[in-house]
Nanobody
Framework: QVQLVESGGGLVQPGGSLRLSCAASGSIFSSYAMGWYRQAPVQQRELVASLTSAGNKISADSVKGRFTISRDNAKNTMYLQMNSLKPEDTAVYYC?????????WGQGTQVTVSS
């Protein structure tokens, strides 16, 4: 069982920045494939960025050049640095871990971009 806890969400003005964190349980965090997803009201959950245990990254076209995914295996934590935020980035952001074919989700953290 993997437990994930997101933090770092909040209200920010357009053009601002936030850093989300996802703290994971377990002693083999380095083996997890990790990802950030988001879900806006009446929208489907979508992939924002993912990071494999080998360090391979994928980002959605809508966030390329603005968001950066990273992980610190020593701290069992994944991050999402979000810069140049736009109102359309407003959503609940979830982290996901995949291990041995199973997906584990956090509870989500709200990000609101508004003036």
């Amino acid at each position: 069982q993997v437990q994930l806890v997101e933090s770092g969400g909040g209200l920010v003005q357009p053009g601002g920045s936030l850093r989300l964190s996802c703290a994971a349980s377990g002693s083999i965090f380095s083996s997890y494939a990790m990802g950030w997803y988001r879900q806006a009201p009446v929208q489907q959950r979508e992939l924002v960025a993912s990071l494999t245990s080998a360090g391979n990254k994928i980002s959605a076209d809508s966030v390329k050049g603005r968001f950066t995914i990273s992980r610190d295996n020593a701290k069992n934590t994944m991050y999402l640095q979000m810069n140049s935020l736009k109102p359309e980035d407003t959503a609940v952001y979830y982290c996901k871990a995949r291990l041995n074919g199973y997906d584990y989700w956090g509870q989500g953290t709200q990000v609101t971009v508004s003036s």
